[in-house]
């Protein structure tokens, strides 16, 4: 790139010298205070005079230096005139950039700050204002990004990060995998010099690489590294577009540090910023609707099975309305909320068994949707089974058929359809619906109503068998899942709630017992199980409810908290309410399943050590102490509560202090599952 030399000498010049400002600053601060105290006038003279008080008995409140007067060399030095720096002759290209992100609706930037963006991470603050987007700032580049995932799935709206060259994107490569596999959209925006003849020696080149978007090449829908500052925001509106096209996903900008600083030169040319036109989701071909509308509209027993069919209301309203057309049952595999569970026709994940026409709509795994495998078979492999008739018909809607990545392995396993759309089921849905209602036959009208009696029954024994099932050991200490969960919908239920995240993977008490009917009531997993991503989603979507007046609730799982958990101090930082409830079960429960399983399939016992779970799964011996964790990141909190009588109270009063608009912490001790 050639037109950078000069700035990247004023860079390197300017580097140096932020080191020797640091280093002054501190050693000022020390000579201002002696001068204070009055023991000084003139530099060359303190040691004496500070040692001498300091170390004088009974000089009550005097202080021992914490460091070494300096000598007179630096003295001297630390005294004379400051080196003025050279300042920019015109605009930085970093404005131009601002200008360019704040043409789209990017409300908050969550980062860890490094200087491989400082250019841009300075225009943001001084230039633009810091609004649109607010700069939030956080203590690891995945924390960073699973807020941003975790802020879209609430607020349906994009953020964009920051991350430091190699090592922050290092850091941030985990959670931009999980929002990957769970097609949710985040622009990330990494740092990198790239002129390793004039970039900063040592350290910024160490943190450069040719190519860092390599790192997150095989999960990201697209990247790019722009040349020029027009070459920017030709890039930055096309990741903003590809990102927000169904499939969704997560793009990445690596973004040169000397692009950033340079002035802005003409070349005769003037900067312009393309307009943003959304791109329309891809619909299901016509023909394929129609075929499709026909296989339902016929069915003895069609069955929908949705994972994140839906987006919105409005995604929630017309899976409804096709499942009340057909008086089919639902089964929603709670990648979203795609259905409200309070539905008669909500049905658990057997009801494929007896279907003979199925249409899954944004399956995760079609085939593990149809199919059973069974853990540790004959040989310690897994067994495969077909859950459904041989004959059953399925229909798919997927937008995921137009990912082709094939690296990671988030396609799941093959599975024959025969009715195949690669397209957006939301966007689907109109369509299919007026077919499907078109291509009912009068005759079979009075038979799918007979189907809606009988799901009505169903629904209603389910119901009544999940609510037995809640009062096992319902007094037991540590305190039941499911009694925790009802005792948060003893909190909650009247308030505008929105469970941002349910990181305690194997407790569905929630979507079993609470009634969820908002699409921003049940947001989802991570996607890609990379465990981590409960605490820092739960604070960006918190962070969405609270500017759309929502109560947030989280249950936060041990484990999970402790990858980062100091995207606590960010939601107190910046004033993101909150309500954490910890489902402590002390360790990795997950982890202790399948180790003792394994064990006792090789006719073993689990070596324990002195813990409860098998070694290396438990997080005791010490207990950790969350609720003093939290404390120390300035949250009000409480715990740990162990006796279920104590849980309502605590919740009781942590909702008040969330309502004030102040993170709370429950330090709860659960059952393990
Ligand atoms: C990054 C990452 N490391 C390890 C795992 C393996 N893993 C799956 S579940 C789990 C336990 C998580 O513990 P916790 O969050 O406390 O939930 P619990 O199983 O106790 O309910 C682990 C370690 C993973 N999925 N992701
Ligand atoms: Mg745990």
Same mark, same amino acid.
């Given at each position: 790139?050639?037109?950078?030399?000069?700035?990247?000498?004023?860079?390197?010049?300017?580097?140096?010298?932020?080191?020797?400002?640091?280093?002054?600053?501190?050693?000022?601060?020390?000579?201002?205070g002696v001068a204070v105290a009055g023991a000084v006038t003139t530099v060359a003279s303190p040691p004496a005079n500070a040692a001498t008080q300091a170390g004088e008995p009974g000089a009550a409140g005097a202080r021992r230096p914490s460091a070494l007067p300096p000598s007179t060399h630096v003295a001297a030095k630390e005294t004379a005139p400051p080196q003025e720096l050279?300042?920019?002759?015109?605009?930085?290209?970093?404005?131009?950039?601002?200008?360019?992100?704040? %043409?789209?609706?990017?409300?908050?930037?969550?980062?860890?700050?490094?200087s491989s963006f400082r250019g841009l991470h300075e225009s943001l603050i001084d230039y633009g204002g810091n609004k649109m987007p607010e700069f939030l700032t956080c203590m690891h580049e995945e924390s960073a990004v699973g807020m941003a995932h975790g802020y879209f799935k609430a607020a349906g709206n994009p953020l964009m990060t920051l991350c430091h060259g190699t090592v922050g994107m290092q850091h941030a490569s985990m959670a931009i995998y999980n929002a990957w596999c769970d097609r949710v959209p985040v622009i990330v925006v990494g740092g990198n010099d790239l002129d390793a003849a004039h970039r900063p020696p040592g350290v910024p080149t160490i943190h450069s690489a040719q190519d860092i978007n390599a790192?997150?090449?095989?999960?990201?829908?697209?990247?790019?590294?722009?040349?020029?500052?027009?070459?920017?925001?030709?890039?930055?509106?096309?990741?903003?577009?590809?990102?927000?096209? &169904?499939?969704?996903?997560?793009?990445?900008?690596?973004?040169?540090?000397?692009?950033?600083?340079?002035?802005?030169?003409?070349?005769?040319?003037?900067?312009?910023? &393309?307009?943003? *036109?959304? %791109?329309s989701p891809p619909q299901g071909d016509s023909a394929a609707v129609k075929e499709a509308a026909r296989l339902l509209a016929n069915a003895q027993n069609p069955v929908i099975v949705v994972d994140r069919a839906a987006r919105s209301e409005n995604g929630i309203r017309l899976v409804v309305e096709l499942a009340e057309a057909l008086q089919a049952q639902v089964v929603d595999l709670d990648g979203r909320l795609n259905f409200p569970n309070t539905h008669y026709l909500r049905r658990a994940p057997s009801a494929v068994n007896n279907a003979d026409v199925i249409i899954g709509m944004e399956? %995760?795994?079609?085939?593990? %949707?149809?199919?059973?495998?069974?853990?540790?078979?004959?040989?310690?492999?897994? *067994?495969?089974?077909?859950?459904?008739?041989?004959?059953?018909?399925?229909?798919?809607?997927?937008?995921?058929?137009?990912?082709?990545?094939?690296?990671?392995?988030?396609?799941?396993?093959?599975?024959?359809?025969?009715?195949?759309?690669?397209?957006?089921?939301?966007?689907?849905?109109?369509?299919l619906i007026e077919a499907v209602k078109a291509q009912i036959p009068n005759e079979r009208k009075a038979l799918i109503e007979k189907r809606g009696e009988a799901a009505r029954k169903?629904? +209603?024994?389910?119901?009544?068998?999940?609510?037995?099932?809640?009062?096992?050991?319902?007094? +037991?200490?540590?305190?039941?899942? +499911?009694?925790?969960?009802?005792?948060?919908?003893?909190?909650?239920?009247?308030?505008?709630w929105s469970l941002v995240s349910s990181s305690g993977i194997g407790n569905h008490w929630p979507n079993r017992l609470w009634r969820m009917e908002k699409h921003y009531q049940w947001l989802g997993l991570s996607g890609g199980y990379g465990v981590g991503y409960g605490a820092p989603a739960a604070v960006g979507a918190a962070l969405a409810n609270r500017d759309l007046g929502r109560f947030s609730v989280n249950i936060q799982a041990d484990g999970d908290l402790m990858y980062a958990p100091g995207v606590l101090w960010t939601a107190a930082r910046h004033n993101i309410a909150l309500l954490t409830v910890m489902l402590n079960n002390r360790g990795y429960h997950q982890e202790v399943m399948h180790v003792q399983r394994l064990a006792s399939f090789r006719n073993r016992v689990a070596s324990l050590g002195k813990d409860m779970g098998p070694i290396g799964t438990s997080i005791q011996n010490p207990d950790i102490e969350y609720h003093k964790l939290a404390e120390s990141m300035g949250w009000w909190a409480k715990g740990p509560i162990k006796d279920p009588a104590d849980l309502g109270p605590a919740l009781k009063e942590a909702v008040a202090v969330v309502r004030s608009g102040q993170p709370a912490l429950v330090n709860v001790w659960t059952q393990p599952r």
């Amino acid at each position: 790139m050639k037109r950078r030399i000069g700035a990247h000498e004023h860079r390197a010049r300017e580097a140096a010298g932020r080191d020797a400002a640091i280093a002054d600053v501190s050693r000022r601060n020390f000579l201002t205070g002696v001068a204070v105290a009055g023991a000084v006038t003139t530099v060359a003279s303190p040691p004496a005079n500070a040692a001498t008080q300091a170390g004088e008995p009974g000089a009550a409140g005097a202080r021992r230096p914490s460091a070494l007067p300096p000598s007179t060399h630096v003295a001297a030095k630390e005294t004379a005139p400051p080196q003025e720096l050279s300042r920019i002759k015109g605009v930085a290209g970093s404005d131009f950039m601002v200008d360019v992100i704040k %043409t789209l609706d990017i409300k908050y930037l969550p980062a860890n700050p490094a200087s491989s963006f400082r250019g841009l991470h300075e225009s943001l603050i001084d230039y633009g204002g810091n609004k649109m987007p607010e700069f939030l700032t956080c203590m690891h580049e995945e924390s960073a990004v699973g807020m941003a995932h975790g802020y879209f799935k609430a607020a349906g709206n994009p953020l964009m990060t920051l991350c430091h060259g190699t090592v922050g994107m290092q850091h941030a490569s985990m959670a931009i995998y999980n929002a990957w596999c769970d097609r949710v959209p985040v622009i990330v925006v990494g740092g990198n010099d790239l002129d390793a003849a004039h970039r900063p020696p040592g350290v910024p080149t160490i943190h450069s690489a040719q190519d860092i978007n390599a790192l997150v090449r095989d999960f990201t829908k697209w990247d790019d590294t722009p040349f020029s500052l027009q070459h920017f925001a030709q890039s930055f509106i096309r990741a903003y577009k590809i990102a927000m096209t &169904p499939p969704y996903g997560p793009v990445a900008i690596s973004l040169d540090a000397g692009l950033q600083q340079e002035p802005i030169t003409s070349n005769g040319e003037k900067l312009y910023i &393309p307009r943003y *036109v959304p %791109t329309s989701p891809p619909q299901g071909d016509s023909a394929a609707v129609k075929e499709a509308a026909r296989l339902l509209a016929n069915a003895q027993n069609p069955v929908i099975v949705v994972d994140r069919a839906a987006r919105s209301e409005n995604g929630i309203r017309l899976v409804v309305e096709l499942a009340e057309a057909l008086q089919a049952q639902v089964v929603d595999l709670d990648g979203r909320l795609n259905f409200p569970n309070t539905h008669y026709l909500r049905r658990a994940p057997s009801a494929v068994n007896n279907a003979d026409v199925i249409i899954g709509m944004e399956l %995760t795994d079609y085939w593990g %949707t149809v199919n059973a495998w069974i853990d540790n078979g004959e040989h310690g492999i897994g *067994v495969n089974t077909s859950k459904i008739k041989p004959d059953t018909k399925l229909i798919s809607i997927s937008s995921v058929d137009l990912n082709t990545k094939s690296n990671y392995q988030d396609l799941q396993r093959f599975q024959v359809v025969d009715v195949q759309m690669a397209a957006d089921a939301e966007a689907t849905l109109p369509a299919l619906i007026e077919a499907v209602k078109a291509q009912i036959p009068n005759e079979r009208k009075a038979l799918i109503e007979k189907r809606g009696e009988a799901a009505r029954k169903a629904f +209603a024994e389910a119901k009544d068998r999940a609510r037995a099932e809640a009062a096992l050991a319902w007094d +037991a200490s540590p305190i039941s899942t +499911a009694r925790m969960a009802m005792e948060i919908w003893a909190q909650i239920k009247d308030l505008d709630w929105s469970l941002v995240s349910s990181s305690g993977i194997g407790n569905h008490w929630p979507n079993r017992l609470w009634r969820m009917e908002k699409h921003y009531q049940w947001l989802g997993l991570s996607g890609g199980y990379g465990v981590g991503y409960g605490a820092p989603a739960a604070v960006g979507a918190a962070l969405a409810n609270r500017d759309l007046g929502r109560f947030s609730v989280n249950i936060q799982a041990d484990g999970d908290l402790m990858y980062a958990p100091g995207v606590l101090w960010t939601a107190a930082r910046h004033n993101i309410a909150l309500l954490t409830v910890m489902l402590n079960n002390r360790g990795y429960h997950q982890e202790v399943m399948h180790v003792q399983r394994l064990a006792s399939f090789r006719n073993r016992v689990a070596s324990l050590g002195k813990d409860m779970g098998p070694i290396g799964t438990s997080i005791q011996n010490p207990d950790i102490e969350y609720h003093k964790l939290a404390e120390s990141m300035g949250w009000w909190a409480k715990g740990p509560i162990k006796d279920p009588a104590d849980l309502g109270p605590a919740l009781k009063e942590a909702v008040a202090v969330v309502r004030s608009g102040q993170p709370a912490l429950v330090n709860v001790w659960t059952q393990p599952r």
